[in-house]
């Protein structure tokens, strides 16, 4: 018989919506995280982000999403307190995607082209020789895709182990779905990682701890309308 898949399931969402509705759902860190932010379209997207985050949360636990209890674990990555749920969070500029699993740490990440980065000379400073090539040998028109799918793969695996920035840039994370593992000991643990379909004009990864393989499952997600709690379930 076959072993069963791991699932992770995928929600992409916009992020340029008014905020008014998904303030009341956040917690006490996350409206002061809010507040101390400068007023802009990045204070408003970051109280959309949390609240569609605890608006698919607790459509899976069965819960109001303002009672979704979250807390801060190691070196400051998100946990569901009390449960198997595992969840990531990413954002780039007003694109969202939100990974979602059971029992095995979760990383998720999506990119788009930034302005003022040039990827041959980036990854040429702080990826890998090999992955370094891979971007300067890539056509003009596949530059950016080429850069961003090592990036993106990179981030998930940082972040499903909760380190930092710094620890992902040498990596070693190839193409395809494999085992990720750093030869430099410094972050411990392996990940599963493969690409997956990210938002519009976006370049997306999921990284899970172990070995075992992942199956993708997206999901539609309808912003809020009505007022808080109102979203719903994926």
Known sequence: MTA????????????????????????????ARHAARPRGPGRDRYAVAHGTKRLILGSRLGLPPARVPLRVGRWGKPEVAGSGLRFSLAHSGDRALLGVCGHREIGVDVERPRSGLDPVRFAARWFRPEEAARVAEAGPADRWGEFLRL????EACVKAAGGRLAQSLTL???????????????????????????????????????TAPFRPVPHAWEPVTRGPGCGPPG
């Open 151 to 154: 990036w993106t793969r990179k």
């Open 4 to 31: 069963a898949v791991d699932e992770v399931h995928l929600w992409h969402f916009r992020l340029d919506l008014p905020p008014g509705a998904y303030l009341a759902l956040l917690d006490p860190r996350e409206r």
């Open 172 to 210: 070693p994370v190839g193409h395809g779905p494999h085992t990720v593992a750093d030869p430099s000991g410094r972050l411990p643990g392996s990940w599963w990682v493969d690409d997956v379909q990210g938002p519009e004009d976006c370049t997306a990864a999921v990284a899970l701890a172990g």
